[in-house]
Every structure is written in structure tokens, then in C-alpha cells.
């Protein structure tokens, strides 16, 4: 189809093309590079696969805003086959080929109704992406720190990645049509959207149409080629970075990392944490290049969404904007020119942070923003010594007396006291088959203590041989370590492993605890500090103690609705077990429009339970209450010592008689259990 001079002036393009383009890939593999190291390759043909079938399939985009999904899906299901269209037109220009009849029969049905498809796709988006409705998505709170060319940038490169799609597909739907209305080639029935489209060259010259058919393939093409050197800059980058990144996520986000194998090696470190862009390690640089750019994580932060300065999207975005703009010499190796605080992040975002999950969760590119703030956190507690105040007393009750209460080890076993039955250590009961590891706030807080006594029932009532650490527990470290203090947390970490190695000597032990953020350390970080046990929160344990009939319990009337803990439902997936438990009850349960994995935060996570909130136009939990208490139920149901708090903070604001009573689900079942017979006479005595 192409003439001499037409085919030597594309293979001139090509060339340009690739070289200005393949020169901004090339540096944005560079910029990644400079990353600090961190091994993401294990399992690699597992992840590769995981993440090529969570691309094709979409499901992490349809995670949420379906319509906006679906018409997403047809501009990347289109893109994906064009690939193979792009292809075809480019060797019929180059040679005598024509892809009609047999085999291109289906082909060109499906490429013809995919063009039809990308183009109602891509307009949806574009009209989305410029209305109100869209203008109110993609905008942040006043006093969320952004890059400067952030606001500015984004609607021209959406317009400019918009307007490409919207010319490359339209034009090449042209030039198909004009083939159709070339009596060379003529209506194609399998190419009906062309087909109707080659009504608009009935007007022209038998002769010129060939001119309009070579006109519109060099636009559908030549944009082609003139768009790769601006597609290292545009967001239109992710449809190659993403599938990397969801293949490099890491199996459990929120399980963080330790910054040194032991105090040794911490020692020799000169720098702790993130302070500039250089000091990520690499996966959090791919997360800046891989960003979309949606807004979902916004959405659904509790911080954002209570007013506070934090967005995670925009710190993702903040830190992609500044790379392309120091690009070629941060790809070169020199060092950025301005920390992270002066651009993308700011003290009282990084601190209004409850490290919940819910971006990471929500992300369909499987970006971890969490993880940004948790960087800087540590670098502005390690390094700098700057953090709220009033974390000071949390870190020094863990430094000194093993909690962040500061109260003595000799009250850890304070909680016991009432109980009808002793409750022994390990080193009174080393055969033991359960550790309760009962956790700071039951052992030092009245109200969480109610859980404690209720779950030691529960245990005692099963026959289950059981034991806990007493006086030899500290805390798990967790809240210091989502305050950014490693240090302290690796203390505790240490200390805890030698405590419970030993206490599995005998035999090894099932852990059992009524706090999520101590089943999540106990089980995902201290393997890094060579602890792997067996850890299983406390709904998971009673959910089997009633499946295996070692408990039993009286039918309850009621209704109830069941508030998932972050760092149960979301970061560990355990959303049914509780569920069951409620069920056995007999209650009927009331679910919260966010519930399981999208559940809302307490706001008691990422050690803001010892600090004071951010200022927003309401609180974390205020938000979550409301939306608790609209479901009607008489009893809000948690899982959590630190949710239990929150919940019982905004109830008390109501008038009396008007609040849902906040119970933890081991006082709901410890209230019905049908108790053993002599149990029962000797209560009746």
C-alpha cells in the first residue's frame, strides 16, 4: 500500500522513535534501579503467573466503581488486542497483503467491534475525567502537600493520553473505512462499524480515496510512533509496570521488614529510614512509576476521608512528578535535589496515618503506600528525633517496663483476679497446649481486661490445656514499630522470641491472642527475628472449639453488627471465623455497608491510639461509629481491645440509653456457653 518514499520515511520514524523513546525507558529503569535492594524474586514463575492473571482478568480494577471499570476494561481489552492490529496494518502497508477472507474473518470482527469498543470506552472516561463528577474525584484537601506541577500536570496528561487513543483508534476506524469504500477492497460484513463508517466517503473521488486511506493509516500509526517518547513521562507507563508490580508485591503488604538482620548490623548503618527518593528501596519507586493516578486509595483512607492532610494517592503522585522532572539525572546517579518533605509529604500528613491497609488493598496496580509512610516515619524517629510528643511515654513504658502503659510487670497478670479457676504460666504448665498471649491493653487496661477474663472462660470451659507468659510478656512491639521506632521494636522482638523459643521447648504451642496486632507480629514479623509459630486469633479459636463441640452454647435473640479489625479482616484475611462464632450465638448480624475486606478503620492503628488526631472535620472514629450504629443493632461486636476503645469513646457521647452496648466477641459467647454440669451445681450451691 505504501509507497517507497512513504515506507523509507516510516522506517525514519521508527528509528527516532526508538531511539527518544527507548533513551526515557532506559531512564526510567535507571531511576528504579537507584532503589535500595530488596528481594522480591522469590517464587518468581508464581508471582509471574499471579500477576498475568490478575492483569488479564482485571479483577483488582473491578475491586471498585464498576461502570468506570467496565469502560476501563474496554479500552485495556482493546489495547491488548490491538497489539496484534497495529501489527497487521503496518505489514499491509509494507506489502501486497489483504487481511480479508478465512482466518481474518474472526480476526477482523473482533478488531473491528474492539475499535467500536476502545472508542465509547475512552470518551466515557475523557467525560468522566473533565466533569463535576470527575473534577470532585481527582482533587485533593487543601492542606494535602503536593508537587506543584501535580495540579496543572495531571488534566494535560490526561487530555494529552486521552486525546492520543481517542486519534490512534479513530483514525484507524477511518482507514478502515475508507478501505471499505476503496472498490479495491469494498464493504467488509465482518467489519461492520467500518463498514457503516465508509458512508462518510461516499463524497469522495474514486482516485483520491486511496490518498484518504494512506492519510488516516499514517495517522493511526505515525501517532503511534510520536507518542512513545512521551510515554516514559505520561501515566500511560503503567500498562507495562503495573503487571511488574503486582508481580512483585509483597504476600502480606503490612508485614514490614526489619532495616537490619540483628543490632550488628544495625549498628552500621549510617542512615535509618527515607528522606529522599534515592533512600526507597526499588519497589517503592516502581509503585510511583505504576500509579494510575485513580484516586481510589483517597477514597477509602481514613485520614482523607476524615479531613486530614494525608492522601496516600497524592504522595505516590507527588513522588512520580518529581522524578520525571530530575529524571535523566537521577537515572544518572545524582542525588535528588529535595527530601521527600519538601514536595510530597509533610508532618502532619505522615503522622495521621493508622497504617489500615485500605490503599494497598484497594490499589488495582498493586501499589503499597503504606509503606512510603512508614519509610519516612522511621527516618524522622531514627535519625531526626522529630515525632508527636506524645508517643514519648508509649516508647519509653515499652523501653523500661515492657508496655506502653509504663505499668510494672508485676501487674501483667492483674487481669486474673475474679476468676473462679487459676490461671497458670508456662512454667507451671510447660505441657501446655495453648499460649494465651493476652497482650498489653488486656493486661493493663480495666475494660479490655472484661475480654481477657471472658476468653480465659472460654478456654477453661473447653478442657483445653492452657497456659500464659505472666510477668515473663512484653509487648509486641507493634505500635512502636508503625511509629517508625525499629529500634525499639527489634528490642522487643528479640526479647519476645528468646521468651517464647523457650516456652515451645517442652511443646510446641498453638499462640492464641485476643489483640489483631499482636497475631499479626506474632505470626508475619518475628519470623524475621527467627520466631515461627503457630498463631491464631482468638475468633478463630473459638470458631473451632464450637466446630469441634468442645464448647456449646444457649440460642441468644438479638441483633448485632460486627466491626472487622484492620489488622484482622484486611491485612490477614480472617473475616468468616468471626462471623461463624456470631452465628453460633443465634444473633442475627447487621453488616455495615463497609464491611470484611473493605471495612473502615477504628483509627486506633499505626500508634495513633497514643497520640492525639490529626485536626480534620471529624474524628476516625466518629465516622465509623455513625456508620456502626446506623445499622440498628442493639450490640456492636468487635474483635479488638484498640477498636473496643474507640467504639466505647464515641458511645459514651451519646445519651444514655441511646448507645449500641460494644462487647468483644468472647463476651458474647462467654455469656451464652452452656456450661458443664458441675460447673452448673456448683454455682447453683
Avoid at 163 to 189: C, E, M, T, W
Avoid at 310 to 337: V, W
Wanted: proline content about 6%.
Amino acid at each position: 500500500m505504501l509507497t517507497t518514499p512513504e515506507k523509507i520515511a516510516f522506517l525514519l520514524l521508527v528509528l527516532a522513535s526508538l531511539y527518544f523513546g527507548g533513551g526515557a525507558l532506559l531512564r526510567v529503569y535507571r531511576a528504579i534501579r537507584r532503589g535500595q535492594p530488596e528481594d522480591r524474586f522469590d517464587h518468581l514463575p508464581a508471582r509471574l503467573g499471579r500477576a498475568l492473571w490478575q492483569t488479564l482478568t482485571m479483577q483488582t480494577v473491578f475491586k471498585k466503581r464498576p461502570w468506570v471499570s467496565l469502560l476501563h476494561a474496554f479500552v485495556f481489552y482493546g489495547f491488548v488486542f490491538y497489539l496484534s492490529v497495529n501489527l497487521v496494518d503496518v505489514l499491509e502497508g509494507f506489502f501486497p497483503i489483504k487481511a480479508r477472507g478465512g482466518f481474518w474473518n474472526g480476526y477482523n470482527l473482533v478488531a473491528d467491534l474492539l475499535t467500536a469498543l476502545i472508542l465509547v470506552g475512552i470518551v466515557g472516561l475523557l467525560i468522566r475525567r473533565y466533569s463535576r463528577v470527575g473534577r470532585k474525584t481527582f482533587q485533593w484537601n487543601e492542606k494535602t502537600p503536593l508537587h506543584e506541577k501535580v495540579r496543572h500536570g495531571i488534566p494535560t496528561d490526561s487530555a494529552i493520553v486521552g486525546g492520543f487513543i481517542l486519534f490512534h483508534v479513530g483514525s484507524r476506524l477511518l482507514h478502515k473505512a475508507a478501505q471499505a469504500a476503496n472498490l479495491d477492497y469494498g464493504p467488509d460484513p465482518y467489519q461492520p462499524v467500518a463498514s457503516l463508517a465508509s458512508a462518510l466517503f461516499l463524497w469522495v473521488d474514486v482516485d483520491r480515496i486511496v490518498i484518504v486511506e494512506h492519510l488516516f493509516w499514517w495517522f493511526a500509526i505515525g501517532s503511534i510512533l510520536l507518542f512513545i517518547p512521551y510515554f516514559a513521562r505520561s501515566k500511560h507507563i503503567h500498562l507495562f509496570l503495573a503487571p511488574l508490580n503486582l508481580a512483585f508485591k509483597k504476600e502480606k503488604p503490612g508485614a514490614l521488614l526489619p532495616i537490619a538482620r540483628d543490632f550488628e548490623e544495625l549498628e552500621k548503618l549510617e542512615k535509618f529510614g527515607v528522606a529522599r527518593l534515592e533512600d526507597f528501596s526499588w519497589p517503592r519507586l516502581l509503585d510511583a512509576y505504576s500509579c494510575i493516578m485513580c484516586n481510589r486509595c483517597q477514597e477509602v483512607c481514613p485520614a482523607y476521608t476524615t479531613g486530614k492532610a494525608l492522601s496516600p494517592a497524592a504522595i505516590l503522585i507527588s513522588e512520580r512528578y518529581e522524578l520525571n522532572q530530575i529524571l535523566p539525572d537521577f537515572a544518572a546517579g545524582k542525588e535528588s535535589p529535595r527530601p521527600l518533605m519538601d514536595f510530597a509529604m509533610n508532618e502532619e500528613s505522615i503522622w495521621a496515618c493508622t497504617t489500615c491497609n485500605a490503599c494497598i488493598e484497594v490499589c488495582p496496580v498493586g501499589n503499597e503506600q503504606m509503606l512510603h509512610i512508614l519509610d519516612v516515619r522511621r527516618e524522622r524517629v531514627m535519625m531526626q528525633g522529630e515525632f508527636p510528643a506524645q508517643l514519648n511515654n508509649a516508647f519509653k513504658g515499652m523501653e523500661r517496663n515492657g508496655n506502653p502503659w509504663n505499668l510494672g510487670a508485676d501487674k501483667r497478670l492483674g487481669w486474673t483476679e475474679g476468676l473462679p479457676f487459676e490461671v497458670q504460666t508456662v512454667a507451671q504448665n510447660p505441657e501446655a497446649e495453648v499460649l494465651y498471649w493476652v497482650g498489653c491493653a488486656p493486661s493493663y487496661d480495666p475494660r479490655a481486661q472484661k475480654t481477657a477474663r471472658a476468653f480465659a472462660e472460654i478456654l477453661h470451659e473447653s478442657g483445653v490445656s492452657w497456659a500464659v507468659l505472666g510477668k515473663e510478656e512484653k509487648c509486641t512491639g507493634d505500635a512502636a514499630r508503625r511509629a517508625g521506632n525499629e529500634f525499639l521494636f527489634m528490642q522487643l522482638a528479640t526479647e519476645n522470641v528468646a521468651t517464647l523459643n523457650a516456652a515451645m521447648e517442652a511443646r510446641p504451642k498453638t499462640i492464641v491472642t485476643t489483640c489483631p496486632h499482636c497475631f499479626h507480629t506474632l505470626a508475619n514479623e518475628y519470623r524475621d527475628f527467627g520466631g515461627t509459630y503457630t498463631v491464631k486469633h482468638h475468633t478463630e479459636y473459638i470458631a473451632e472449639l464450637l466446630d469441634t463441640k468442645r464448647l456449646e452454647l444457649l440460642p441468644m435473640a438479638g441483633e448485632v453488627t460486627y466491626h472487622d479489625p484492620c489488622y484482622l479482616g484486611r491485612h490477614n484475611g480472617v473475616i468468616t471465623e468471626p462471623r461463624q462464632v456470631i452465628q453460633a450465638t443465634g444473633l442475627k448480624l447487621h453488616e455495615p455497608a463497609r464491611h470484611g475486606k473493605n471495612s473502615f478503620c477504628c483509627g486506633a492503628g499505626g500508634a495513633q491510639f497514643w497520640k492525639e488526631e490529626e485536626p480534620g472535620h471529624e474524628r476516625v472514629s466518629t465516622n465509623r461509629y455513625r456508620e456502626l450504629k446506623g445499622t440498628k443493632a442493639e450490640t456492636i461486636a468487635v474483635g479488638c481491645p484498640f477498636c473496643m476503645q474507640m467504639m466505647n469513646l464515641e458511645s459514651a457521647q451519646e445519651p444514655e440509653g441511646q448507645a449500641p452496648r460494644v462487647l468483644d466477641i468472647s463476651e458474647l459467647v462467654v455469656q451464652n456457653l452452656k456450661r458443664k454440669p458441675a460447673e452448673a451445681g456448683e454455682a447453683t450451691d
